[in-house]
């Protein structure tokens, strides 16, 4: 994947997430020291994935956010 499909990507994955999901993002990013960029999941109903934890290159976790921002792995 190019830098720019990815970047395209990561603008409809922020385009098409709800206030909820934004705001539940934003407690994930305090409480974790290194978050990933989110994504959508596939077939998950609107809900976002977001990889946090670890390095860069390999996340430790997968958070899921559905769509009511409730968060869970």
């Known amino acids: 994947m190019t830098e720019t499909q990815k970047q395209d990507a990561r603008r409809f994955t922020q385009n098409a997430m709800t206030e909820k999901q934004k705001q ?7 409480r974790w020291d290194v978050v990933h960029d989110s994504f959508a999941m596939i077939a998950g109903g ?3 994935v977001l990889p946090v934890g670890g390095t860069k ?3 430790q976790m997968y958070l899921a956010i559905e769509t009511d921002g409730y968060t869970h792995s």
């Open 24 to 30: 539940a993002i934003e407690i994930q990013k305090k």
């Open 46 to 48: 609107g809900a976002v």
């Open 57 to 59: 290159e390999k996340p």
